[in-house]
């Protein structure tokens, strides 16, 4: 289909396509090892090869709980992209303060107290100093500021997100398609289950056992990967 | 075993969700499930309780705040899914089809055509031109007067506000009365099963922003051209008491052979402004080419356009958007503080009486600037 005209014709209402995209470019450019080069700039500070790997996989978790965290309040992505990356280099910056535990685990949590600290710290400041009145798209951004301990479930409802996210694609392959298929169109998609039987040419109640065992497996992941990350 | 009365032992349940029964157990227990309500419940149970399943369509599902550019996204759960519909055979249609598309696709009424893809209204629907953040294009067919159509739908998301759906009429209803040259054509608006959409004639071609895309900074001839058409429709528009709201290269189109222009999206970002506003906190479009009345959100009248066609020329002789930020922060602070950077430095080849053209049009001060488009089209055609 031949959708030049069009094509443009629709982004002229979508969200800043055309520019946004011109600055998320330099977020995706990826270094040798295929780590996004902010990530790579972050890990510079990091020195320690076996921090650098959990600080990867940390920061994979936070990025876009900050970066949701920060839409929310009305930022664009741009800007939400920027100051997730301020708040990762801040807690980059401390990492030199841990004192090496043998622990993974402790690692995280602390890693996870500092990270709400400054996510709390820098979301306080989300208070544009422009003109005051009308009614404008800066006036939303003015909102009431939440409490820290409004924003500190949040965090943790959005991290809970991530690694629900995290877990799923790590599971995803002990399943069989069809498994995992009644697993996504029922629990995630929310397709009555009779419906997926059909479409599947399964039973209702071997849908039924597909979505529990997945959901199960689920749980059990997401669950241990939680209290690693639960803050001390 | 009689399966449909026979329930779920309490270890049977745990192994029946560790697969360590035979295959005969496994059977009946799956032949109970079919009928047994109870027993659904108490597997679902043990699986997880009701907030992990809550929690699973909540966060596996996308939604409006996906971040880009992050090495998990590119594996997130869309793509997982689109990876496991790819091996059922009769799927295979919907396998590039991002989840608000289906969502469209799936509200349309049926069709006895089967090259097409639904029904919308008197309309067969034949394809989707694209999707963004405020809706979705379909191009359709209309059978009475054999020919095709683009249909823009607000988005299902944002037509939950009630605001943004009258505004979303109530503007597209003003651009319908606007005929003119250089206004696309608005052949109706309507609204099925509580989705507003309007229909447009389907062209082919391109637009302004495209262009500078492709071809950087163009002739003074083209400029003058361009220009020309723009502030004529814009002035049209204004005679009706209609201001756009986001004059700018992307909402500038080029119809295919005459590359003549069609303005586009009149008073449209005041409907997303509204759901906005309501319903879920983000700002809609790009800052780069606002006059400071709307960057401060003070009350705007037609002359608020007027600063924005100055960006747009000044985008068409330099091939860059006159105020420039990493941020969109920087680029508001820059629309209602700095001066742009002059023409002639960055193109010689602009003269200089268009170049006050335009420093007259990026005038801070609405009063200061030429008041009417009437005048700056005159002057752009002499």
Redesign the interface.
């Known amino acids: ?20 995209h011109s ?2 470019v330099t ?2 450019e990826k270094d040798l090892n ?3 080069d902010t ?1 790579a700039s972050l890990l510079i500070r990091v020195k320690d090869p076996l921090d650098r790997d959990a600080w990867l996989d940390f920061s ?1 978790i936070y ?2 709980v900050i ?2 965290m920060a ?12 100051l ?1 990356q301020r708040v990762l280099t801040s807690v980059a910056a401390k990492m030199g303060d841990w004192q090496h535990d043998p622990e993974r685990g402790r690692f995280r949590a602390w890693l996870s107290t500092v990270t709400r600290n400054a996510i709390i710290d820098h979301l306080r400041k989300v208070k ?1 100093d ?2 005051q ?8 951004l003015k ?1 009431l500021p939440a409490s820290d301990e409004a924003t500190h479930s949040e965090i943790q409802r959005e991290r ?3 690694l ?3 877990v ?2 790590d599971i ?1 392959s002990e399943f069989g ?1 069809t498994t ?2 009644a697993f ?1 169109l029922t ?4 397709t009555p289950v009779a419906d997926v039987a059909d ?2 040419k399964r ?4 849908i ?2 597909a ?3 997945v ?2 497996r ?2 059990q992941r997401v669950s241990e990967l939680e209290a690693d990350f639960d803050e001390c | 075993m009689n399966a449909e009365t026979t329930h779920f032992e309490p270890g049977q349940l745990q192994r029946f969700l560790d697969s360590d029964l035979t295959d005969a157990e496994q059977l009946a227990a799956e032949r109970h499930l079919e009928v047994c309500d109870e027993c659904r419940q108490q597997l679902h149970q043990s699986a997880a309780d009701v907030t992990w399943w809550e929690d699973a369509s909540d966060f596996l599902t996308d939604d409006e705040f996906e971040i880009v550019g992050t090495a998990s996204n590119a594996i997130g759960p869309t793509a997982m899914m689109s990876q496991s519909r790819q091996s059922t055979a009769d799927d295979a249609e919907a396998d590039a089809i991002p989840t608000d598309i289906r969502q469209i696709i799936a509200w349309l009424d049926p069709t006895d055509d089967p090259a097409m893809l639904g029904r919308l209204g008197g309309y067969e629907i034949a394809g989707v031109v694209s999707a963004g953040g405020m809706g979705v294009v379909l191009k359709g067919f209309d059978r009475s007067l054999n020919r095709y159509v683009a249909i823009k739908i607000l988005a299902p998301h944002l037509a939950t506000s009630g605001a943004a759906k009258k505004r979303f009429g109530r503007e597209a209803q003003a651009a319908a009365a606007v005929v003119h040259d250089n206004v696309i054509a608005i052949h109706g608006v309507d609204e099925s099963h509580s989705l507003p959409y309007l229909v447009m004639p389907y062209l082919r071609g391109t637009s302004l922003q495209r262009r500078i895309d492709e071809h950087g900074a163009l002739s003074v001839v083209e400029i003058l051209r361009l220009g020309m058409q723009t502030a004529g429709g814009l002035s049209a528009a204004h005679d009706q008491g209609l201001v756009h709201r986001d004059v700018k290269p992307a909402n500038i189109l080029l119809d295919g052979t005459t590359e003549r222009v069609l303005l586009t999206d009149f008073g449209l970002a005041r409907a997303a402004d509204d759901a906005s506003l309501t319903h879920s906190g983000v700002i809609v479009g790009t800052p780069y080419f606002m006059s400071p009345e709307q960057a401060e959100g003070a009350a705007i009248d037609h002359r608020s356009d007027l600063f924005s066609l100055g960006s747009v020329l000044y985008t068409m002789c330099t091939g860059r958007p006159p105020f420039r930020a990493d941020t969109s922060w920087g680029i508001l602070r820059k629309v209602t503080d700095a001066q742009p950077h002059s023409i002639r430095d960055l193109n010689p080849d602009i003269p200089q009486w268009l170049c006050e053209i335009i420093v007259r049009l990026h005038q801070k001060d609405p009063a200061n600037r030429f008041q009417t488009a009437h005048e700056v089209a005159d002057l752009l055609g002499q």
């Open positions: 289909m031949d959708g030049g005209f069009a094509d443009n014709f629709f982004n002229s209402t979508g969200f800043c396509v055309k520019y946004c600055i998320r977020v995706q295929g780590i996004p990530q994979d990025r876009p970066y949701r839409r929310r309040r009305g930022l664009q992505d741009a800007d939400a992209q920027d997730t544009p422009v003109a009145g009308g009614s404008s798209l800066i006036q939303q909102h809970r997100r991530q629900f996210r995290r799923a694609e995803r398609e995992w298929m996504w629990a995630v998609d929310l479409q599947l039973s209702i109640g071997s039924y056992a979505r529990s065992r959901m199960r689920l749980r």
